[in-house]
Nanobody, 122 residues
């Protein structure tokens, strides 16, 4: 059974930074792809970033490219999302996800965390 626990969310002013963490249980963490999604208020869940098990490939949505960085530490079973130059439109609940069922940018992953709120004030 895999459990994902996000942390690091909070309230930040526009232009600021936050680093989200997602701690995962399970012995196969290092072999499985991970991703971050977000769900703004009243909107559908949307893709943010993706990383392969070996960290050899990463992908980002156009809205965060150049500002956010996804990384992972397989020794700690943890994936991170460094968010810089935050904007009010980045306000959302951020979820980490493990093991995609289909396309990496579709919200069809097997395992999900409970989410962490990020609020960016203008």
């Amino acid at each position: 059974q895999v459990q994902l626990v996000e942390s690091g969310g909070g309230l930040v002013q526009a232009g600021g930074s936050l680093r989200l963490s997602c701690a995962a249980s399970g012995r196969t963490f290092g072999y499985t792809a991970m991703a971050w999604f977000r769900q703004p208020p009243g909107e559908e869940r949307e893709f943010v970033a993706y990383i392969t098990g070996s960290s050899d490939r990463t992908y980002y949505s156009d809205s965060v490219k150049g500002r956010f960085t996804i990384s992972r530490d397989n020794a700690k079973n943890t994936v991170y999302l460094q968010m810089n130059s935050l904007k009010p439109e980045d306000t959302a609940v951020y979820y980490c996800a493990q093991q995609p069922r289909g396309r990496y940018n579709y919200p069809s992953y097997v395992y999900w965390g409970q989410g962490t709120q990020v609020t960016v004030s203008s």
